[in-house]
C-alpha cells in the first residue's frame, strides 16, 4: 500500500531549537493531518488541515496545507524534551475509498 | 469520557494459536480501522470497517480476520495464518469516512 514520504527520517535537536519536518505525496489531497506518537502508545491527532494554502497553530505547532496540495510541513517552535515521538502526518484525497494514507514517520529526540 | 479502548495491552501467543485483539468505542463512530507498526515504521492497514455489517481488506489481511456485529465494537483475530504477527496494533475510529481518525492506546502482541 501507498505510503507518504516524510523528512527526516529522524532527528536529534537540542532543547530550545526549532524542528522542521515535511511529508510529500505524488497525489493530490484534499485533506493533511499530523499526529504525534509517545513511546509504547496510539498516535494523538495536533492539527487537521482542510484547504490549500491553510496554516494552522496548536501551541508551538504550526502547520502548513501546501499550495500544490501534495505537501505538508509542521513546526515546533522551542523544542522542549517532551516533545520526543513519532510524527506521522496522513492524507487523504476525498474520493475512492477515503481512506487516509499516512507518512513514514519522522523520529523525534530533543536533547536537554 | 468518550474514548476508543484497546484491550489487552500486551498479549502472548503461542504459535499455531488464534488470538483476539478487541477494540471498544463509546464516541458513537461509524467507521472503525486497524492498522499493524512494526518497530520504526509507520502504520500499515489490516482491516477496515464504514458500517456496521460491512468491513473491506486493507493492505496486509492475509492472516487476519475481523467482524463488525456492533457499532461500537471491531475486533481483530490474528489467526495461525498470519506468518509474523509479532507487532504493534493499533485501532481507530472517525465519524466517517472524512474525518480525523483517533486511536486507541494500542496491543503489543509478541509470539512466544
Known amino acids: 500500500g501507498q505510503q507518504l514520504n516524510q523528512s527526516p527520517q529522524s532527528m536529534f535537536i537540542q532543547e530550545g531549537e526549532d524542528v522542521s519536518m515535511n511529508c510529500t505525496s505524488s497525489s493530490i489531497f484534499n485533506t493533511w493531518l499530523w499526529y504525534k506518537q509517545d513511546p509504547g502508545e496510539g498516535p494523538v491527532l495536533l492539527i487537521a488541515?482542510?484547504?490549500?494554502?491553510e496554516l494552522t497553530s496548536n501551541g508551538r505547532l504550526t502547520a502548513q496545507f501546501g499550495i500544490t496540495r501534495k505537501d505538508s510541513f509542521l513546526n515546533i517552535s522551542a523544542s522542549i524534551p517532551s516533545d520526543v515521538g513519532i510524527y506521522f502526518c496522513?492524507?487523504?484525497?476525498?474520493?475512492?475509498?477515503?481512506?487516509?494514507?499516512f507518512g513514514t514517520g519522522t523520529r523525534l529526540k530533543v536533547l536537554a | 469520557d468518550g474514548g476508543i479502548t484497546q484491550s489487552p495491552k500486551y498479549l502472548f501467543r503461542k504459535e499455531g494459536q488464534n488470538v483476539t485483539l478487541s477494540c471498544e468505542q463509546n464516541l458513537n463512530h461509524d467507521a472503525m480501522y486497524w492498522y499493524r507498526q512494526d518497530p520504526g515504521q509507520g502504520l500499515r492497514l489490516i482491516y477496515y470497517s464504514q458500517i456496521v455489517n460491512d468491513f473491506q481488506k486493507g493492505d496486509i489481511a492475509e492472516g487476519y480476520s475481523v467482524s463488525r456485529e456492533k457499532k461500537e465494537s471491531f475486533p481483530l483475530t490474528v489467526t495461525s495464518a498470519q506468518k509474523n504477527p509479532t507487532a504493534f496494533y493499533l485501532c481507530?475510529?472517525?465519524?466517517?469516512?472524512?474525518?480525523?481518525?483517533?486511536f486507541g492506546s494500542g496491543t503489543r502482541l509478541t509470539v512466544v
Open positions: 488541515l482542510y484547504k490549500a494554502g
Open positions: 496522513a492524507g487523504q484525497r476525498g474520493s475512492g475509498t477515503y481512506k487516509y494514507i
Open positions: 481507530a475510529s472517525s465519524i466517517d469516512r472524512l474525518e480525523a481518525y483517533t
